[in-house]
């Protein structure tokens, strides 16, 4: 188990960015994947972002070219870069870590067993 804070959540206008950050309580070096997921009201929760520890990312559809997701191992904290914001990005924002092996990261909240609390992004138009 590990346990993760992210951080970095706020209110911006359309076009903005943020940077959201993930701390984990302990070296992530036996996690395999971990990955950025959002839940709007009255929604599933999203898959966004994953990083394997092999490097590979994976993002989906409507965020690839504007979310960038990163680590820096030393500080074992993931992140994710979050340009040109839309309104529709607006969600609860959570951290994710799945300790077990997968060749491809999934961008299934259920193959998630670790969880943050989630900090909130707003987007207005």
């Known amino acids: 188990q590990v346990r993760l804070v992210e951080s970095g959540g706020g209110s911006v206008q359309a076009g903005g960015s943020l940077r959201l950050s993930c701390a984990a309580s302990?070296?992530?070096?036996?996690?395999?994947?971990m990955g950025w997921f959002r839940q709007a009201p009255g929604k599933e929760r999203e898959g966004v972002a994953a990083?394997?520890?092999?490097?590979?990312?994976r993002y989906t559809d409507s965020v690839k070219g504007r979310f960038t997701i990163s680590k820096d191992s030393a500080k074992n904290t993931l992140y994710l870069e979050l340009n040109s914001l839309k309104p529709e990005d607006t969600a609860m924002y959570y951290c994710?870590?799945?300790?077990?092996?997968?060749?491809?990261?999934?961008?299934?909240?259920?193959?998630?067993?670790?969880w943050g609390q989630g900090t909130q992004v707003t987007v207005s138009s």
């Open positions: 994710g870590a799945d300790m077990r092996w997968r060749a491809l990261c999934s961008l299934v909240a259920l193959d998630y067993n670790n």
């Open positions: 302990a070296h992530t070096y036996s996690t395999y994947c």
């Open positions: 990083l394997h520890s092999d490097g590979k990312t």
